[in-house]
């Protein structure tokens, strides 16, 4: 059974810090690409971050750039996404998900998704 599990989310004042965190069991852990996505009420999924199993490359949102960073640890199956000088853009709930990651940025790329935890950044 496929399990991704998000912790970590909360409230926080802009220019504060977050550190996502998302456990993976089954197949989804050994999936070619995992990624951070947000969606904001009445806005569509978007990419957040990526990285590739393979290679390690990573990918980020214009949006994030130089303020999240997404990493692995492998011992213990888990992704990770750090958020600094949070901006109260970034509330959304965010969500962990493993696919194929043909394109990084597409949801429709991604198989296994996690039930979402929120983000709140207050002014």
């Known amino acids: 059974q496929v399990q991704l599990v998000e912790s970590g989310g909360g409230s926080v004042q802009a220019g504060g810090s977050l550190r996502l965190s998302c456990a993976a069991s089954?197949?989804?852990?050994?999936?070619?690409?995992m990624g951070w996505f947000r969606q904001a009420p009445g806005k569509e999924r978007e990419g957040v971050a990526a990285?590739?199993?393979?290679?390690?490359?990573?990918y980020y949102a214009d949006s994030v750039k130089g303020r999240f960073t997404i990493s692995r640890d492998n011992a213990k199956n888990t992704l990770y996404l750090q958020m600094n000088s949070l901006k109260p853009e970034d509330t959304a709930m965010y969500y962990c998900?493993?696919?194929?990651?043909?394109?990084?940025?597409?949801?429709?790329?991604?198989?296994?998704w996690g039930q979402g935890i929120q983000v709140t950044v207050s002014s």
């Open positions: 998900a493993a696919g194929s990651g043909d394109h990084w940025y597409d949801p429709k790329r991604f198989g296994y």
């Open positions: 990285i590739y199993r393979g290679s390690g490359s990573t």
């Open positions: 089954g197949y989804a852990y050994s999936s070619k690409c």
